[in-house]
């Protein structure tokens, strides 16, 4: 039975109801409005772009119902208001959105073979694009330098395969045929968009969202964000992932207010320009990771001529990455000056393989932050640390705080498993989080080994649920949850639980030639063992001190955690593994140090 | 929260970009001014693309016209990056993408 308020019975009551409203802006990095769409312009160019997909692309029967049968299309954007009707366009036509990244011909190396890798997982033989990119597209292929062509497999690839691609310029004046457009009858499980999690580059996973997931992640998150109609988000997140999709965009439609839209690089090139904007459209909502913050606390300086006043804001959300006590609290404290409210910060934890949001409703407050007992947390097991928190000193070793990220959503059931016994965890104990909710995708496209081992999978004690296993480590402690870090890079010693984040603040910690932030902890297991490996970033001239910055590691590590290293690596500036937005990889770490591939100095 | 010095009449020497960007880099990594090597890549400082894109915006302010986000990774050293912007300084202002 089709489902009766998707996405585009929305777009279409808006545009009827209240067509000169305005729904999106895309601001520059001065601030200047870019463009504007009211509703019904929003609808107009919407359906052109459906008509055009419908006209183009191949909708076959399905006979056979388990087969998917909506075609997807690549959406190629810049940050941009034309990303957001192309979206709507693909959901319009009955078709599978695709958002992938902006190609960056600076480093098309690096860009273009994980756009190759979605191109051939999903199938999508549309493109849609702007005309900017369609010529720089053609103009760097024209002039390539051959040899890069023949030493790259993925760009020699796509060269072959531009011409083979639909390509659908969607800011040239299309043709004003929104009138042939066919209405599309949406079934629950029909696909909305394929989102792309980073995943390794040459086997990206294709999370499936369906519209019953989208609609219903919308209406949960509606139950704690409670905006309404005069509301405003400020967002310059990539609109490709889903906290800035489903928070930024889809959310202020599903209530029907404004959303003001800039770039992430104009964020990142001036922070302040996001407190500007927040400032200027009286902004209630905003989100960002927990980079963000930390930039922010960095980066923006307040004097008395800024005239800038946050007090507008009633939610600002943090999530999509691990959430650091000490970030939020000094955001918090920092900003109060121009009006931030604290309680308005509103930690949050979700995933793409549950659409966006799964938990996040309690608002900052001191129980907020939980100060726990060290030995038994490193046992796996939650005590709360008698003490104040405010009466420790801030290198109390014998407890740590951590910040809660909300209590679950309405209607979202979590569970606390053991990730080896697949029984739910005791009461105060640590385990993996698992997840059933409507907004469970359906899993990951053209992927079944996958997609049985995260999106399909039942306790040992049948409860007659299926479940998604997220990865994440977690406990429940007054009815909210806190994350823990994640399953695989858990190290664990003689029985007992380490996290690396807390042994590498040890290891930082330890001698002043050590650099903060570049160092991994991870356990590697032989036959009858598992050992501890640390890998350090040290100064550029500390070769000499080698053995002096290796007693300390041990020493400090020793004292603070009671364990012992097998081997320590001291490795050049720069050189730790971690990705283009600078998050460690530990994995990759540990293959280096298994196949002896680290460069010591 | 401050605002550019960007009313610069003259042209900034390769010296002065040069010191500004030693500045920058020592920060970043934690190290001492005559630690840092201006013909060493700007990642061998453990420069991530959010530390990149912020000094490209910094770059501006201090420059005075528009820089593309992406100018660290084409000028990927201190020594390249002064000389590419001082030569630039003196063909007229560079005027690539809105900031």
Same mark, same amino acid.
């Given at each position: 039975?089709?489902?009766?308020?998707?996405?585009?019975?929305?777009?279409?009551?808006?545009?009827?109801?209240?067509?000169?409203?305005?729904?999106?802006?895309?601001?520059?990095?001065?601030?200047?409005?870019?463009?504007?769409?009211?509703?019904?312009?929003?609808?107009?160019?919407?359906?052109?772009?459906?008509?055009?997909?419908?006209?183009?692309?191949?909708?076959?029967?399905?006979?056979?119902?388990?087969?998917?049968?909506?075609?997807?299309?690549?959406?190629?954007?810049?940050?941009?208001?034309?990303?957001?009707?192309?979206?709507?366009?693909?959901?319009?036509?009955?078709?599978?959105?695709?958002?992938?990244?902006?190609?960056?011909?600076?480093?098309?190396?690096?860009?273009?073979?994980?756009?190759?890798?979605?191109?051939?997982?999903?199938?999508?033989?549309?493109?849609?694009?702007?005309?900017?990119?369609?010529?720089?597209?053609?103009?760097?292929?024209?002039?390539?330098?051959?040899?890069?062509?023949?030493?790259?497999?993925?760009?020699?690839?796509?060269?072959?395969?531009?011409?083979?691609?639909?390509?659908?310029?969607?800011?040239?004046?299309?043709?004003?045929?929104?009138?042939?457009?066919?209405?599309?009858?949406?079934?629950?499980?029909?696909?909305?968009?394929?989102?792309?999690?980073?995943?390794?580059?040459?086997?990206?996973?294709?999370?499936?969202?369906?519209?019953?997931?989208?609609?219903?992640?919308?209406?949960?998150?509606?139950?704690?964000?409670?905006?309404?109609?005069?509301?405003?988000?400020?967002?310059?997140?990539?609109?490709?992932?889903?906290?800035?999709?489903?928070?930024?965009?889809?959310?202020?439609?599903?209530?029907?207010?404004?959303?003001?839209?800039?770039?992430?690089?104009?964020?990142?090139?001036?922070?302040?320009?996001?407190?500007?904007?927040?400032?200027?459209?009286?902004?209630?909502?905003?989100?960002?990771?927990?980079?963000?913050?930390? #930039?922010?606390?960095?980066?923006?300086?307040?004097?008395?001529?800024?005239?800038?006043?946050?007090?507008?804001?009633?939610?600002?959300?943090?999530?999509?990455?691990?959430?650091?006590?000490?970030?939020?609290?000094?955001?918090?404290?920092?900003?109060?000056?121009?009006?931030?409210?604290?309680?308005?910060?509103?930690?949050?934890?979700?995933?793409?393989?549950?659409?966006?949001?799964?938990?996040?409703?309690?608002? #900052?407050?001191?129980?907020?932050?939980?100060?726990?007992?060290?030995?038994?947390?490193?046992?796996?097991?939650?005590?709360?640390?008698?003490?104040?928190?405010?009466?420790?000193?801030?290198?109390?070793?014998?407890?740590?705080?951590?910040?809660?990220?909300?209590?679950?959503?309405?209607?979202?059931?979590?569970?606390? /498993?053991?990730?080896?016994?697949?029984?739910?965890?005791?009461?105060?104990?640590?385990?993996? /989080?698992?997840?059933?909710?409507?907004?469970?995708?359906?899993?990951?496209?053209?992927?079944?080994?996958?997609?049985?081992?995260?999106?399909?999978?039942?306790?040992?004690?049948?409860?007659?649920?299926?479940?998604?296993?997220?990865?994440?480590?977690?406990?429940?402690?007054?009815?909210?949850?806190?994350?823990?870090?994640?399953?695989?890079?858990?190290?664990?010693?003689?029985?007992?639980?380490?996290?690396?984040?807390?042994?590498?603040?040890?290891?930082?910690?330890?001698?002043?030639?050590?650099?903060?932030?570049?160092?991994?902890?991870?356990?590697?297991?032989?036959?009858?063992?598992?050992?501890?490996?640390?890998?350090?970033?040290?100064?550029?001239?500390?070769?000499?001190?080698?053995?002096?910055?290796?007693?300390?590691?041990?020493?400090?590590?020793?004292?603070?955690?009671?364990?012992?290293?097998?081997?320590?690596?001291?490795?050049?500036?720069?050189?730790?593994?971690?990705?283009?937005?600078?998050?460690?990889?530990?994995?990759?770490?540990?293959?280096?140090?298994?196949?002896?591939?680290?460069?010591?100095? | 929260?401050?605002?550019?010095?960007?009313?610069?009449?003259?042209?900034?020497?390769?010296?002065?970009?040069?010191?500004?960007?030693?500045?920058?880099?020592?920060?970043?990594?934690?190290?001492?001014?005559?630690?840092?090597?201006?013909?060493?890549?700007?990642?061998?400082? !453990?420069?991530?693309? @959010?530390?990149? @894109?912020?000094?490209?915006?910094?770059?501006?302010?201090? @420059?005075?016209?528009?820089?593309?986000?992406?100018?660290?990774?084409?000028?990927?050293?201190?020594?390249?990056?002064?000389?590419?912007?001082?030569?630039? !300084?003196?063909?007229?202002?560079?005027?690539?993408?809105?900031?």
């Amino acid at each position: 039975m089709p489902i009766n308020n998707t996405i585009i019975d929305i777009i279409q009551d808006r545009a009827k109801n209240t067509p000169g409203q305005r729904a999106y802006t895309f601001i520059t990095g001065n601030g200047a409005e870019l463009n504007n769409l009211n509703y019904q312009q929003l609808e107009l160019k919407s359906l052109n772009i459906a008509t055009a997909i419908q006209q183009t692309c191949l909708f076959t029967e399905h006979q056979d119902a388990s087969i998917n049968h909506q075609p997807r299309i690549l959406l190629l954007f810049p940050p941009s208001l034309d990303f957001i009707t192309a979206f709507y366009g693909c959901l319009l036509s009955g078709a599978v959105a695709v958002p992938a990244a902006p190609l960056d011909f600076m480093r098309l190396e690096r860009t273009l073979p994980r756009l190759m890798a979605i191109l051939e997982n999903s199938g999508a033989c549309t493109i849609l694009t702007t005309d900017k990119i369609y010529s720089e597209i053609n103009s760097f292929f024209e002039n390539v330098d051959k040899e890069l062509v023949v030493k790259s497999a993925a760009i020699n690839k796509f060269k072959i395969s531009i011409a083979k691609f639909n390509w659908l310029i969607t800011d040239k004046e299309m043709v004003e045929h929104s009138t042939q457009w066919q209405p599309v009858s949406i079934e629950p499980h029909d696909l909305a968009f394929l989102q792309y999690t980073s995943g390794s580059t040459s086997k990206p996973k294709g999370v499936m969202i369906s519209h019953e997931n989208m609609m219903h992640n919308l209406e949960v998150i509606h139950k704690v964000a409670q905006q309404n109609q005069d509301s405003c988000f400020v967002s310059w997140l990539p609109m490709y992932h889903d906290m800035g999709l489903i928070g930024s965009v889809l959310y202020p439609i599903y209530i029907g207010f404004h959303s003001v839209q800039m770039s992430a690089i104009s964020f990142l090139k001036r922070p302040i320009r996001w407190f500007q904007a927040i400032n200027k459209y009286k902004a209630t909502i905003t989100a960002a990771p927990n980079f963000a913050y930390e #930039l922010c606390i960095n980066k923006i300086h307040i004097d008395n001529s800024s005239a800038i006043e946050l007090n507008s804001l009633d939610l600002v959300l943090t999530g999509a990455e691990p959430i650091r006590s000490q970030v939020i609290k000094t955001f918090a404290d920092k900003f109060s000056d121009i009006g931030l409210n604290p309680q308005a910060i509103l930690p949050s934890y979700g995933l793409a393989e549950s659409t966006c949001a799964v938990s996040g409703n309690i608002k #900052l407050t001191t129980n907020t932050f939980k100060r726990l007992n060290k030995q038994s947390f490193e046992q796996g097991v939650i005590i709360e640390h008698n003490a104040q928190t405010n009466t420790l000193p801030q290198d109390d070793i014998s407890s740590i705080e951590l910040i809660s990220s909300g209590a679950p959503l309405p209607s979202v059931e979590l569970k606390i /498993v053991n990730p080896v016994t697949l029984q739910p965890s005791p009461i105060n104990h640590i385990g993996e /989080v698992w997840l059933a909710s409507r907004s469970i995708a359906q899993g990951y496209w053209q992927q079944p080994n996958e997609s049985e081992n995260t999106f399909n999978q039942t306790l040992s004690i049948d409860d007659k649920s299926v479940y998604l296993r997220t990865g994440d480590l977690g406990f429940m402690l007054d009815g909210q949850l806190f994350i823990t870090g994640r399953l695989k890079d858990l190290i664990i010693l003689n029985g007992l639980n380490y996290y690396p984040q807390d042994i590498e603040i040890s290891v930082e910690q330890s001698h002043p030639e050590v650099r903060s932030g570049c160092t991994i902890a991870v356990s590697v297991d032989s036959q009858d063992h598992t050992a501890l490996y640390i890998v350090a970033e040290v100064r550029a001239k500390a070769h000499e001190l080698s053995d002096e910055i290796k007693e300390a590691i041990r020493r400090k590590v020793n004292v603070d955690h009671n364990i012992s290293i097998a081997d320590i690596f001291l490795i050049q500036p720069g050189s730790i593994n971690k990705t283009s937005s600078g998050k460690l990889q530990r994995n990759t770490c540990k293959q280096d140090i298994t196949c002896n591939r680290l460069k010591c100095i | 929260m401050t605002q550019s010095n960007s009313n610069h009449t003259d042209n900034l020497s390769q010296q002065a970009l040069t010191t500004w960007l030693v500045t920058k880099v020592k920060t970043i990594a934690k190290i001492e001014s005559t630690e840092v090597d201006i013909n060493e890549q700007f990642i061998n400082y !453990g420069l991530n693309s @959010v530390d990149a @894109v912020n000094l490209s915006g910094e770059l501006e302010d201090y @420059v005075g016209y528009e820089i593309p986000a992406s100018i660290m990774y084409e000028f990927s050293t201190i020594n390249e990056l002064a000389q590419h912007l001082s030569a630039e !300084g003196n063909s007229s202002i560079s005027t690539q993408g809105k900031i």
